[in-house]
């Protein structure tokens, strides 16, 4: 009897891996990822993208730069997010042989599925929002940091987003501070934020100016966000030549400065060797449109144009 037991046993677990296996067989092409998704750094993942076969490209490292306002507040499925808002969310793409680098700039509108967390930090539900909303439900540090370098990965189709740094509106005016002063060249006719910020005008912002560039925009407009957002790449591109300009030494003391201001999981150290990337003048914006819905500006990221500029920066053809 017990030999025939185990008999039966082994005849039903033999069925059910045929049984699995023929599912698979006929459903499997439903269940297919699209192209582009999953986690894509490593290097022994390929891909083929219209007829062609490319590999991760080892050679890329990224780092998430946040400009968070702490005073925002979100409000999803009637619960609020209390951890201030990204306003600033800015990519730097690095080519760690290449020694270069280049800004990918994400839109704070930019829709996706915003995981919703109670003050317990138990998940609720997820619902479409603006991605700055996603820093509101972390906890206003490493986990409000993480989740929205999910977002941005999830937006770049899985891309690997290795490395954060967020500084508070404090910060920056911090950060400029501490590097005495950031120069630049004013884009547009921005008197209306401060008489100094004429078209073409060359200024050097000092740390209360710089809060000004970098948070005002006109909330009348549906363009005042993306005018907003060219401000804050060009602020972070010229902070990070400034930067790149301090002695060795130096980098520890302006490390210690912003720590109040400041979550990272990157040493000072590892801040100190971007100084060693030549940043590219271009900023790229991540592709998409704007519209007004509800009141409320929605980016709406095109995928197809996404899906190109992701072959383009992270990957190699083989």
Same mark, same amino acid.
């Given at each position: 009897?017990?030999?025939?037991?185990?008999?039966?046993?082994?005849?039903? &677990?033999? $069925?059910? *891996?045929?049984?699995?296996?023929?599912? +698979?067989?006929?459903?499997?092409?439903?269940?297919?990822?699209?192209?582009?998704?999953?986690?894509?750094?490593?290097?022994?993942? %390929?891909?083929?993208?219209?007829?062609?076969?490319?590999?991760?490209?080892?050679?890329?490292?990224? *780092?998430?730069?946040?400009?968070?306002?702490?005073?925002?507040?979100?409000?999803? =499925?009637?619960?609020?997010?209390?951890?201030?808002?990204?306003?600033?969310? /800015? &990519?730097?793409?690095?080519?760690? !042989?290449?020694?270069?680098?280049?800004?990918?700039? +994400?839109?704070?509108?930019?829709?996706?599925? *915003?995981?919703?967390?109670?003050? /317990?930090?138990?998940?609720?539900?997820?619902?479409?929002?603006?991605?700055?909303?996603?820093?509101?439900?972390?906890?206003?540090?490493?986990?409000?940091?993480?989740?929205?370098?999910?977002?941005?990965?999830?937006?770049?189709?899985?891309?690997?987003?290795?490395?954060?740094?967020?500084?508070?509106?404090? #910060? +920056?005016?911090?950060?400029?501070?501490?590097?005495?002063?950031?120069?630049?060249?004013?884009? !547009?006719? %921005?008197?209306?934020?401060?008489? =100094?910020?004429?078209?073409?005008?060359?200024?050097?912002?000092?740390?209360?100016?710089?809060?000004?560039?970098?948070?005002?925009?006109?909330?009348?407009?549906?363009?005042?966000?993306?005018?907003?957002?060219?401000?804050?790449?060009?602020?972070?591109?010229?902070? $990070?030549?400034?930067?790149?300009?301090?002695?060795?030494?130096?980098?520890?003391? $302006?490390?210690?400065?912003?720590?109040?201001?400041?979550?990272?999981?990157? =040493?000072?150290?590892?801040?100190?060797? &971007?100084?060693?990337?030549?940043?590219?003048?271009?900023?790229?914006?991540?592709? #998409?449109?704007?519209?007004?819905?509800?009141?409320?500006?929605?980016?709406?990221?095109?995928?197809?144009?996404?899906?190109?500029?992701?072959?383009?920066?992270?990957?190699?053809?083989?």
């Amino acid at each position: 009897m017990k030999k025939s037991r185990i008999k039966t046993v082994g005849i039903l &677990l033999v $069925i059910l *891996v045929l049984v699995v296996f023929a599912y +698979i067989l006929l459903h499997g092409d439903k269940e297919k990822k699209p192209v582009l998704s999953g986690e894509l750094d490593t290097q022994d993942q %390929y891909i083929t993208y219209n007829g062609k076969q490319y590999e991760t490209n080892a050679e890329i490292k990224t *780092v998430l730069f946040l400009g968070v306002d702490k005073e925002e507040k979100a409000e999803l =499925s009637q619960t609020p997010g209390e951890n201030g808002q990204s306003d600033s969310i /800015n &990519l730097l793409v690095l080519n760690t !042989k290449e020694k270069t680098g280049q800004i990918l700039q +994400i839109s704070r509108d930019s829709m996706v599925d *915003v995981d919703i967390y109670d003050f /317990n930090g138990q998940h609720i539900t997820t619902e479409k929002g603006q991605i700055t909303l996603q820093y509101a439900y972390g906890d206003g540090k490493e986990k409000s940091c993480r989740l929205t370098a999910e977002k941005v990965s999830e937006l770049l189709f899985g891309v690997h987003v290795q490395d954060y740094l967020s500084l508070t509106l404090e #910060g +920056i005016t911090a950060a400029t501070d501490a590097v005495g002063g950031v120069t630049l060249t004013v884009p !547009k006719d %921005y008197t209306k934020i401060d008489p =100094s910020f004429e078209e073409g005008a060359t200024v050097t912002l000092d740390g209360a100016k710089a809060e000004k560039y970098v948070r005002s925009r006109d909330q009348e407009s549906l363009e005042g966000n993306n005018e907003r957002m060219e401000r804050q790449a060009q602020f972070m591109q010229a902070l $990070i030549r400034q930067m790149q300009s301090v002695e060795s030494g130096d980098y520890q003391s $302006i490390y210690r400065q912003l720590e109040p201001y400041m979550v990272t999981n990157m =040493s000072a150290k590892e801040l100190e060797d &971007l100084s060693d990337y030549k940043i590219t003048d271009d900023i790229t914006v991540l592709p #998409g449109n704007v519209q007004l819905k509800d009141g409320h500006a929605q980016y709406l990221v095109d995928d197809e144009k996404t899906k190109e500029l992701v072959i383009k920066w992270f990957y190699k053809e083989v």
